[in-house]
């Protein structure tokens, strides 16, 4: 899967990923439909990444997650240039 964010959108979502992956899978959809506010695009990039993260190989069942939301942009980055750059997508 490959998920196009911006530099801009990532600081955003980094936030309230946080947030949403704090939830109960079944209310995390919910929380992010209320916190973008209406941004169709933003929530559909934020419904990728959850997806990223489901399922029995997902990157949030690897162990010792110290960041969330870093290992998260690692992975984006990883699929999109086929290797993990560290951190959230630069400017």
């Keep these: 899967m490959k998920i196009d ?3 801009e959108d990532w600081r955003r979502l980094a936030p309230l990923l946080d ?3 704090d939830l ?6 919910p929380f992010l439909e209320t916190a973008c506010d209406g941004d169709q695009r933003l929530l559909r990039i934020s419904f990728d990444i959850l ?3 489901q399922g ?3 990157i949030l069942d690897a162990p010792a997650l110290s960041n969330p939301s870093q290992d998260l942009a690692e992975a984006i980055a990883a ?4 290797e993990a750059t560290p951190g959230p997508p630069e400017d």
């Design 56 to 58: 029995p190989d997902g």
């Design 19 to 21: 947030e949403a992956l």
């Design 51 to 53: 997806a990223l993260g």
């Design 79 to 82: 699929e999109q240039d086929g």
């Design 24 to 29: 109960p899978e079944e209310k995390q959809r």
């Design 5 to 7: 964010i911006s530099p």
